[in-house]
């Protein structure tokens, strides 16, 4: 598996939660903050997103918006209308993809709604390097293939046929690569950074590479230079600089997402949990566990472990 990939199947901690809103003139609705990544993708008409702290966004048919902490906001057919607060209890659950109604009788608009359940407790650096909001509007030629998930999108959800509801689900759970890889190509080169820039960076891809490919590795930063060609010294100042944190620290950053991943969905022994992520000792994992999450393996696997999460 690529590192992107790897990473965002360590931070899902369940399935995307997907609504249809169908809205008429006038309408808004405020979204609650929720534990992951929010986003919409409008179907059929306009309308404008309003962050917290932040000027309204204009949106059309196609356009995508992924909010990166799932922060309060809200969507309105126009930045005058009063919102009116998102109630899941109001969802219709008579299908997989709830539906949400709200408005009154003018112009219609369709959104698809929902949320990417993420382990937030300790953010990785893809998530930390992301701005609040990312707003990818709807073009020729922009994005072919976040364009195509959510042509594909917008077509199963004006006309239902059977296997609509897994095949929006899928869809919907394929636009986060997607709307990462198109923020990703948005970049200057002269600004891409952080994360963006480690997965391509040509010393330091392979470093990360082999700490995703085999976590449990005794590896340095000598080991881990090695990889990239470069003394452990200027390994060290590149990695840091590019990635934003020293080579040990990401090592021990990905060990805990992993552990914390087969705490939440597997029942997998302290043991093997510790093995798997590259401690000898159920101790020494226990003590590295509870110093980075704030808690012990046990009682994390007892508040954080869950079934996929319902739609």
Known sequence: MDILSDTLAALRTGRPSVVRTDARAPWGVRFQPIAGAGFHVVVEGRCVLLPVGGDPIELGPGDVVFLRRGTDHAICDAVASEPVAFVPDRV???????????????????????AYHLDIDRPHPLLGDLPEVIHLPAGPGRHPALRSAVDQLCAEIHRPQPGSDSVVTALVDLLLLYIL????????????????????????????KAI???????????????????SRAAFARRFSAV???????????????????MLRETGASLSDVAENAGYISEFAFARAFKRHFGAPPGAYRRERRVAAAPL
């Open 92 to 114: 219709d659950r008579s299908s997989p993809i709830g539906s949400f109604t709200v408005g009154d009788g003018g112009a219609r608009s369709v959104l698809v709604c929902g």
């Open 181 to 208: 890889r198109s923020w990703y190509a948005e970049l200057p080169r002269e600004q891409t950074q952080g994360w963006a820039s480690a997965l391509n960076d040509p010393l330091i891809a392979p470093a990360l």
């Open 212 to 230: 995703h490919d085999d976590p449990a590795h005794p590896w340095t930063v000598e080991s881990l230079g090695g990889r990239a060609g470069l």
């Open 243 to 261: 990635v934003g944190e020293p080579p040990l620290s990401y090592l021990t950053t990905w060990r805990m997402a992993i552990a914390a991943r």
